[in-house]
């Protein structure tokens, strides 16, 4: 059974580029969740998808979107990046069916050098 | 804003030592989760408390979450080195089903031999 997945696992922009980031969730979760973490620091909440649509969001620019496709994949995509985009983005998977009660599971992390 | 601050940030022991690692906050939150991460892999949830008072024991880790639900402790008895790496708390609000967790600014613990 596999766990969340993301991809890539490194990658280097430079300023003003585009980055889009993969997240598989784990075996029967549905809601996806993505998390910023700079380094030296706790992952701060991006924003959560369930039915493909954004349910909640954390204090991040419009720069950050993200999709969330029927086989409950996710994207997460920044634009113009900044020098301080550079971290690890971490995506985790829960299943809505035990939102109050389930783990949430996370990925290994994308990490983004923004140069 | 809610937030949640850890202390130490940065803890260095030898092994067989004792340690306790404390998360705070201002804010009250419907659970606290703790977590250990180690470089280059995601967070792993190690307890979650939920009843303020609530004490949980997970071998030689105890979680405690005070009795207003905004503070927690993680006590490791006789440190090993593979209790190494970034521990997190973790306060998790709800809007509707939609959650969200706010991480602490976490400890990093290394245990040497």
């Known amino acids: 059974d596999a766990g969340v997945t993301q991809s890539p696992t490194h990658l280097i922009k430079t300023r003003g580029q585009q980055v889009t980031l993969r997240c598989s969730p784990k075996s029967g979760h549905d809601t996806v969740s993505w998390y910023q973490q700079a380094l030296g620091q706790g992952p701060q909440f991006i924003f959560q998808?369930?039915?493909?649509?954004?349910?909640q969001r954390g204090n991040f620019p419009d720069r950050f979107s993200g999709h969330q496709f029927p086989n409950y994949s996710s994207e997460l995509n920044v634009n113009a990046l900044l020098l301080g985009d550079s971290a690890l983005y971490l995506c985790?998977?829960?299943?809505?069916?035990?939102?109050?009660?389930?783990?949430?599971?996370f990925g290994e992390g994308s990490r983004l050098t923004v140069l | 804003t809610q937030l949640l601050e850890q202390s130490p940030q940065f803890l260095s022991i030898q092994e067989g030592e004792n340690l306790t690692v404390y998360c705070n906050s201002s804010?009250?939150?419907?659970?606290l989760q703790w977590y250990r991460q180690e470089p280059g892999e995601g967070p792993v949830l190690l307890v979650t408390v939920v009843t303020g008072g609530e004490v949980k024991k997970l071998k030689r880790l105890t979680f405690q979450f005070g009795d207003a639900r905004k503070d927690s402790s993680l006590h490791i008895t006789a440190a090993q080195p593979g209790d190494t790496g970034l521990y997190l708390c973790?306060?998790?609000?709800?809007?509707?089903?939609?959650?969200?967790?706010?991480f602490g600014t976490g400890t990093r613990l290394q245990v040497t031999l």
């Open positions: 973790a306060g998790e609000g709800w809007a509707g089903t939609a959650s969200k967790l706010t």
């Open positions: 804010s009250v939150f419907s659970s």
């Open positions: 998808y369930y039915e493909e649509e954004e349910r």
């Open positions: 985790a998977s829960r299943s809505i069916s035990e939102i109050n009660t389930g783990e949430l599971f």
